[in-house]
T-cell receptor, first 110, second 121 residues
Framework: GQSLEQPSEVTAVEGAIVQINCTYQ??????LSWYQQHDGGAPTFLSY????GLEETGRFSSFLSRSDSYGYLLLQELQMKDSASYFC???????????FGSGTKLNVKP | EPEVTQTPSHQVTQMGQEVILRCVPI?????FYWYRQILGQKVEFLVS????????KSEIFDDQFSVERPDGSNFTLKIRSTKLEDSAMYFC???????????????????FGPGTRLTVT
């Protein structure tokens, strides 16, 4: 089967750095995406890794290790507005199917 | 900025009734998707649609579900005979992936609509 494991909840303070891990097991693997979802809102795209290594986009970075079937999302200089759920999503074979992880609820405290 | 739109925002229906959820993807996008999310749970893939046909579907997408692109702009999800467990938020998404293109220059970003909350009573 397909599975993507994430921690269910993470708490951090404003200004801190937090890492959200994702381990995946899929039959075939194209790449790993990350999405942010605020309560009652739609998922919004944050980043995508097809190759091993770190991708940086402003305060957010994402890492992938294909050999370890592992990736993470790194959020720096946390702000209150970063409080949301974060989902990793894997594509087992191209662009026509995506599996989402169970999501990590990030609580940012002042 | 272009966006995916969905109607209605909330649909209440009785068990056994048919519902049609509507989506207008971003106009130059090529792949269209339907997902559902039961309250507090993960986003689940239902179906993808490319070049006017289903590209891939999940185990959830059984015979009670169907999708259609009736014209050049709308993308619909029909649930033929709703069940209580169909109550969820349904998201439409679109992306500009191009089939056959290599990794460089391909956009993997999916743009999600605001969702339709379906309540089956």
């Amino acid at each position: 089967g397909q599975s993507l494991e994430q921690p269910s909840e993470v708490t951090a303070v404003e200004g801190a750095i937090v890492q959200i891990n994702c381990t995946y097991q899929t039959s075939g693997f194209y790449g790993l995406s990350w999405y942010q979802q605020h309560d009652g809102g739609a998922p919004t795209f944050l980043s995508y890794n097809a190759l091993d290594g770190l991708e940086e986009t402003g305060r957010f970075s994402s890492f992938l290790s294909r050999s370890d079937s592992y990736g993470y999302l790194l959020l720096q200089e946390l702000q209150m507005k970063d409080s949301a759920s974060y989902f990793c999503a894997a594509s087992p074979g191209g662009f026509n199917k995506f599996y989402f992880g169970s999501g990590t609820k990030l609580n940012v405290k002042p | 900025e272009p966006e995916v739109t969905q109607t209605p925002s909330h649909q209440v229906t009785q068990m056994g009734q048919e519902v049609i959820l509507r989506c207008v993807p971003i106009s130059n996008h090529l792949y269209f998707y339907w997902y559902r999310q039961i309250l507090g749970q993960k986003v689940e893939f239902l179906v993808s649609f490319y070049n006017n046909e289903i590209s891939e579907k999940s185990e959830i997408f059984d015979d009670q579900f169907s999708v259609e692109r009736p014209d050049g702009s709308n993308f619909t999800l029909k649930i033929r005979s709703t069940k209580l467990e169909d109550s969820a938020m349904y998201f439409c998404a679109s992306s500009a992936h191009l089939r056959g293109q290599g990794i460089s220059g391909v956009s993997y970003e999916q743009y999600f609509g605001p969702g339709t909350r379906l309540t089956v009573t």
